[in-house]
């Protein structure tokens, strides 16, 4: 009896043994699975924010806004302060829309959109490039699209940006001293109508009752921040606001540019004296054309050329 009880307990401890295995597979197993799947899910992660960042950078628009002389005027007696309030400017802005000249072609833009027309519509042309009779064919510039926005900024007179603002106090206690120091007047201040504290940022917007305060402010270019005997200078500067307005996508084709090909097995690879018997050619009305402002043309390398609206 004791021997048989010995076989039993041994055939217990080997079931357990062999499920303690199973689950140590099954264990190593599920692992396995996991870390499998972590990893597919790291490159599809990896995938969206590729696509993500392309979509950000062909959805970005990189546009220099033109130099502008501007003239302020303002009346000599306003009716009151708060009518002057702010200084806004907005000016149109239209993105230039780049076309690329192939090996052959040639780009003519002629004085007047009659001309163009014409020239389009009569299609082929026999030009005479110095000893050789090169057959051109005419066609319209397709084009791209471009945008064209508004940019509006403006210049509060009311409100000052403060920004190098010391970590040293609560937020909302930070709020109060602010609103404290720019209300004393032996600095420069006034009356504060709000502050607005970003402790992460440690910037503020601070807005004054009544005009004329924030200009004499930021005459000083930095202000006397006391905080617990302690003397910080803060950064101010104006107050800007800056967006864009009737942003719209346009596109079509030059009315007074013309595309002219065939020059492909020109052996010329003088592309200025080329452009100078295409000019020549396109000026005289009995060939259709009229008078010319610029030729381009690509006997080699292609060239990019830009569209203004």
Excluded at 5 to 13: A, C, R, S
Excluded at 38 to 45: A, C, G, P
Excluded at 266 to 273: A, G
């Amino acid at each position: 009896m004791a021997a048989d009880e010995d076989n039993k307990e041994q055939v217990l401890k080997e079931c357990e043994q062999a499920e303690e295995v199973m689950k140590d597979k099954q264990n190593q197993k599920s692992v396995s699975e996991i870390i499998k799947e972590n990893i597919q899910l790291k490159k599809e992660i990896q995938k969206l924010e590729a696509e993500l960042q392309e979509t950000t950078r062909t959805s970005q628009i990189n546009e220099d806004i033109p130099e502008t002389k501007i003239k302020f005027t303002s009346v000599e007696n306003p009716e009151s302060d708060s009518e002057f309030s702010d200084i806004s400017y907005s000016c149109q802005v239209s993105s230039k829309v780049p076309y690329e000249l192939q090996k052959g072609q040639a780009l003519i833009t002629f004085e007047k959109e009659e001309v163009a027309q014409n020239v389009i519509k009569m299609a082929r042309h026999l030009v005479q490039v110095q000893n050789e009779n090169v057959m051109l064919m005419a066609n319209p510039v397709p084009l791209n699209s471009g945008v064209r926005f508004q940019v509006y900024v403006g210049v509060s007179k009311m409100k000052i940006s403060v920004t190098d603002i010391p970590d040293e106090l609560p937020e909302s206690q930070m709020r109060d001293k602010l609103e404290l120091s720019f209300s004393k007047s032996r600095n420069g201040g006034g009356e504060v109508e709000c502050v607005e504290y970003d402790k992460q940022t440690r910037s503020a917007l601070v807005t004054f009752v009544e005009s004329g305060v924030a200009d004499k402010i930021l005459k000083m270019k930095d202000y006397p921040l006391y905080i617990n005997q302690n003397c910080y200078r803060v950064t101010v500067s104006p107050y800007t606001e800056t967006h864009l307005k009737k942003f719209q996508v346009f596109s079509g084709v030059s009315k007074r540019t013309v595309l002219l090909t065939g020059l492909k097995d020109l052996q010329m690879t003088d592309e200025e004296t080329v452009e100078d018997f295409i000019s020549i050619h396109f000026q005289r009305e009995k060939n259709g054309g009229g008078e010319v402002e610029v030729v381009k043309c690509s006997l080699g390398q292609p060239h990019t050329a830009y569209f203004e609206e």
